[in-house]
């Protein structure tokens, strides 16, 4: 079946412009995930969705960053003023649980390139 | 969660075994160990995850220590497509993190011909 899908799959804009990157999840997975990975870092939590409410969202790193999750299945990434700091690429997941099964599923990534 | 550790970087020949180690000396007994691998310019993939038994898919084998305190993950006949970034982690999936990821490092596994 389709995987989780994240668009665009590169997203070129220039310092303080506004950017929204899209994630669609695996259907039917309620929790949903962001991390952000920089050159040579593991992946960073950013936020976690559990259906449409925001559950935690201890990993966004200022206000200038936003994310919603209206019907509870897309996703939208919000950056607002960006600054060449934010250049990484944005991972989304969903997340299955059933028993002892309990995985996350990643899409390939947002790179964001901010000049 | 608890904080894990792993070798920066290995290596393994082509149809050998690749034992990646993990260190997780103050893991809680609520926690299990998670193995996600990350290839060139992918998402990370799920491997394999266990408490306290050993645990085998078709994938990998996990092995955990009776005092949980390190795993080995086992890729029994590596191939070139095994080369990626695998990550360890421990985490409480029921508790308040919300089974949000915290990756380290992880150790960078080149396979060989």
């Known amino acids: 079946g389709a995987g989780v899908s994240q668009t665009p799959s590169n997203k070129v804009t220039e310092k303080g412009k506004y950017v929204e990157l899209r994630c669609d999840p695996i259907?039917?997975?309620?929790?949903l995930y962001w991390y952000r990975q920089s050159l040579g870092q593991g992946p960073e939590f950013l936020i976690y969705f559990q259906g449409t409410g925001a559950a935690d969202d201890s990993g966004l790193p200022n206000d200038r960053f936003f994310a919603v999750r209206p019907e509870g299945s897309v996703s939208t990434l919000k950056i607002q003023r960006t600054e060449r700091g934010d250049s990484a690429v944005y991972l989304c997941?969903?997340?299955?649980?059933?028993?002892?099964?309990?995985?996350?599923?990643f899409g390939p990534g947002t790179r964001l390139t901010v000049l | 969660d608890a904080k894990t550790t792993q070798p920066p970087s290995m290596d393994c020949a082509e149809g050998r075994a690749a034992n990646l180690p993990c260190n997780h000396s103050?893991?809680?007994?609520?926690?299990?160990v998670y193995w996600y691998r990350q290839i060139h310019s992918q998402g990370p993939q799920y491997i394999i995850h266990?408490?306290?038994n050993n645990e085998t898919n078709e994938m990998a084998s996990l092995i955990i220590t009776e005092d949980r305190k390190s795993s080995t993950l086992i890729l029994p006949h590596a191939t070139l497509r095994d080369t990626a970034v695998y990550y360890c982690?421990?985490?409480?999936?029921?508790?308040?993190?919300?089974?949000?990821?915290?990756f380290g490092q992880g150790t960078i596994l080149t396979v060989h011909p």
């Open positions: 997941a969903s997340r299955y649980t059933a028993g002892r099964t309990d995985t996350q599923y």
């Open positions: 982690i421990a985490i409480n999936a029921g508790g308040t993190s919300y089974g949000k990821l915290t």
């Open positions: 266990g408490l306290k």
């Open positions: 259907s039917g997975h309620t929790a």
């Open positions: 103050t893991i809680s007994g609520n926690e299990y």
